[in-house]
């Protein structure tokens, strides 16, 4: 018989539920995502580091876990909400059960909660503080102050936390064989991201999200991408300095997610919290320039404020989110450099935007080219 769990919430809002996973107590801030598969990939994904994840879709499990699915060594999530999870997985490729996957990893889960009113209840007042307890939970009193005392990621060591156990690069991902070198500075890096840029033939060299601009220049990249990653991107101080110097450079660059946000910072831009952030797989993204609408994979508790971008100085937005008007995207008339807030990555998510990589490594080589004219 399974035992009783309770999820609390900071400003008195309890869910009650059943318990699955490991059992130990959660904390963090409670999100949620829309996205209808992935749930592993969400688990593993750095930039849930310190949430309590909530799914909105309702039947959660039921095609179990495999280690191909994972985007990272381990999962980051504090702490798993579902409406239901399947105990019998099937699936060919499954070889073990979200319950056991979230037990190996410590992870605990709550399952059985009305996840529809709760999502609602965060749309409504915003991320909110939050705790998991099973078993013996206590009174609603002491739910509730132990939930107003739960860190939420900004208040945790976010991007050193997930980059000291990030994902080594394997052979076929640290050397493609004479292609343009790119260098990823990782803050929370994505698997998927290093094998998009391998399938493009690239060589791919990984540097912590610390590395110094001098050392990132020092591997004589023909392109830098910085990568997803928790926490406030206002935190991320060395990489902000770096992409600064790679953009005096003249080195092609490309930004994901918070690298998107520390682009937006090293050009003197303003960042801000949403009141609930945007995570799914389904997110409408307007490309301004075309007018096009993508359907994107989204995990950001933050953004850039659109406001703020200097255009005085070449740069617009060349992104919007159709949903609520935010910055979903940063480029220059001139320098080789854009960002994107969304993940063309996926994993979860569609496979549509796969196309900036292509526009990316079309930069690389243009400006590779432009360098070996200057030489001769």
Sequence with gaps: MRQPAVLALEDGRIFHGESFGAATVAEGEVVFSTSMTGYQEMCTDPSYHGQILCLTYPMIGNYGTSGAHDQSVRPWVSGLV???????????????????????????????????????????????????????????????????????????????????RRVDVSPQHRDTGGGNRVVVIDCGLKTNILRSLAARDLDVVVVPYSATAEEVLAL???????????????????????VGAVLDRGVPFFGICLGHQVLGLAIGARTSKLKYGHRGGNHPVKDVATGRVYVTSQNHGYQVDGESVPRKEGWRVSHVNVNDGSVEGLVHAERPAFSVQYHPEGSPGPEENGYLFDS?????????????????
């Design 220 to 242: 004589d990249p023909q392109g830098v991408v910085t990568s997803p990653g928790p926490g406030d991107p206002e935190d991320a101080e060395m990489p902000v300095r770096t």
């Design 360 to 376: 990316f490594v079309g930069m690389v080589e243009r400006q590779a080219g432009k360098g070996a004219e200057l030489a001769e």
């Design 82 to 164: 579902v409406r239901h999870h399947s105990t019998r997985p099937s699936h060919y490729a499954a070889t073990g059960s979200l319950e056991e996957y979230l037990a190996q990893h410590g992870v605990p889960g709550i399952s059985g909660v009305d996840t529809r009113a709760l999502t609602r209840h965060i749309r409504s007042v915003g991320s909110r503080r939050g705790v998991i307890v099973s078993g013996e939970t206590g009174s609603a009193e002491e739910l509730v102050k132990r939930a107003r005392s739960a860190r939420l990621p900004s208040e945790l060591h976010g991007v050193e936390d997930v980059c000291d």
